[in-house]
């Protein structure tokens, strides 16, 4: 079936401005995930969505990012106020969410804020 | 300290050589562990994934893990130019979760 899709692929703002990114997950898969990777960085965790718990969001760097997951599948990170610091490639992946699950990314949305 | 660690600076391996990729992770709890493969300006792509000590072989491909000494590594046989890539080491935590080292670059010299 379809991987994990992700939109926009890229998006330019400017400082200031609030900023949507969408995650599709695999069909099935209950567990979702979202990480940023900065230029010359690892890939560093944001949020986390299982089913319908509470997601787990200690990884969010700031009360500027946010997260939701609709119907328990479709997932949209916001982050408002943009700051040039948030410039990077934020990835989604999702997994069937057993423990050992393997987690699969999308392609990723690389934004930069100008 | 970080959670996951890699060696820095980038690996140059001819081709047909062995290259070979070391991790070393901090939280004695982490149980699970994943190698990925990312290509400039890609998404990670799995690798291979290993939970016991050991050794895991799949095709050119072997993972070795020692709780003990919380170190995880990656070796690729008779490298090709197509392996030139940069490889992620990641430690499953709680929640699932993965922490990820900064990654190596490796390059194969055709």
């Known amino acids: 079936g379809a991987g994990v899709s992700q939109s926009p692929s890229n998006k330019v703002t400017e400082k200031g401005k609030d900023v949507e990114l969408r995650c599709d997950p695999i069909s099935g898969h209950t567990a979702l995930y979202w990480y940023r990777q900065s230029l010359g960085q690892g890939l560093e965790f944001l949020i986390y969505?299982?089913?319908?718990?509470?997601?787990?969001k200690s990884g969010l760097p700031s009360d500027r990012f946010s997260a939701e997951r609709t119907g328990g599948s479709v997932s949209t990170l916001t982050i408002q106020r943009t700051q040039q610091e948030d410039s990077a490639v934020y990835l989604c992946?999702?997994?069937?969410?057993?423990?050992?699950?393997?987690?699969?990314f999308g392609p990723g949305t690389r934004l930069l804020v100008l | 300290q970080k959670e996951v660690e890699q060696n820095s600076g980038p690996l140059s391996v001819p081709e047909g050589a062995i290259a070979s990729l070391n991790c070393t992770y901090s939280?004695?709890?982490?149980?699970?562990f994943f190698w990925y493969r990312q290509y400039s300006g890609k998404s990670p792509e799995l690798i291979m994934f290993?939970?016991?000590?050991g050794d895991k072989e799949d095709g050119r491909f072997t993972a070795q893990l020692n709780k003990a000494s919380q170190y995880v590594s990656l070796l690729i046989r008779d490298s090709q130019p197509s392996d030139s890539a940069t490889y992620l080491c990641?430690?499953?935590?709680?929640?699932?979760?993965?922490?990820f080292g900064k990654g190596n670059q490796v390059v194969v010299i055709p």
């Open positions: 969505f299982q089913g319908n718990s509470a997601p787990d």
């Open positions: 990641a430690a499953q935590r709680g929640n699932n979760r993965l922490a």
């Open positions: 939280d004695r709890g982490s149980q699970s």
């Open positions: 992946a999702s997994s069937g969410g057993g423990a050992q699950e393997t987690q699969y």
């Open positions: 290993i939970y016991s000590n």
